[in-house]
């Protein structure tokens, strides 16, 4: 079975500062791995994903996250928050695109 | 591309009613449709997987009477709560794929069952 457990379920951070969204995984297989973002009231929009090619992927509004297969994580940076990056980031696994586990997700804070 | 549609974006009802969510794959077909609950401030959770065509392979603990999954079509699933309850208020999404690509997924229903 797949998992992800997602450290930290609220992160602040100030504008322009790094943010980093902590995502470990469990697989007995190579793993898909995904990183989505969602704003309120709204569905799930696809900021990067892992499919066993790079091991530092590069997505969507700046953010990139690196798989290590050693510390099985997949955490997601980017260099200099904005304001609109303020949202709820759900790290997710997957052995097949077809089941697809979710962490419990990050909640992201942007101060000015 | 790859844009999905869910409707209604938002529903209240009374108890007892039996609301229907659709959702659509507007630009592509898609072969297997999901359909995920999420509770305030927590994930979301896989309720069923449909396939067109099949019957929706649920998940341990999700009552198939209950949350009925109509998939008749390539673009168009429907998941119908069927007697609900307001225990059963939640924000349903779904998403949609084509074999081997990530899921995308819809902008979700909140219902609000009084």
């Known amino acids: 079975a797949q998992s992800v457990t997602q450290l930290g379920s609220h992160v602040s951070v100030s504008e322009g500062a790094l943010v980093l969204l902590r995502c470990n995984y469990s697989s007995s297989v190579p793993p898909y791995l995904f990183w989505y973002v969602q704003y309120p009231n709204q569905g799930l929009q696809l900021l990067l994903k892992?499919?066993?090619?790079?091991?530092l992927v590069k997505g969507i509004n700046g953010f990139e996250a690196e798989f290590k297969k050693s510390e099985t994580s997949f955490h997601l940076t980017k260099p200099s928050a904005h304001m609109s990056d303020a949202a709820e980031y759900f790290c997710?696994?997957?052995?097949?695109?077809?089941?697809?586990?979710f962490g419990a997700g990050t909640r992201l804070t942007v101060k000015p | 591309g790859a844009v999905v549609s869910q409707h209604p974006s938002w529903v209240i009802c009374k108890s007892g009613t039996s609301v229907k969510i659709e959702c659509r794959s507007l630009d592509f077909q898609a072969t297997t449709m999901f359909w995920y609950r999420q509770f305030p401030k927590q994930s979301l959770m896989l309720m069923a997987t449909s396939n067109e065509g099949s019957k929706a392979t649920y998940e341990q603990g999700v009552e198939k009477d209950k949350f009925l999954i109509n998939h008749a079509s390539l673009t168009l699933s429907t998941l119908t709560v069927t007697s609900a309850h307001p225990e059963d208020s939640s924000f349903y999404i779904c998403?949609?794929?084509?074999?081997?690509?990530?899921?995308?997924f819809g902008d979700g229903t909140r219902l609000s069952i009084l």
């Open positions: 892992y499919t066993s090619a790079a091991t």
């Open positions: 997710a696994v997957s052995d097949n695109n077809n089941d697809m586990r």
């Open positions: 998403s949609a794929m084509v074999s081997n690509q990530p899921q995308h």
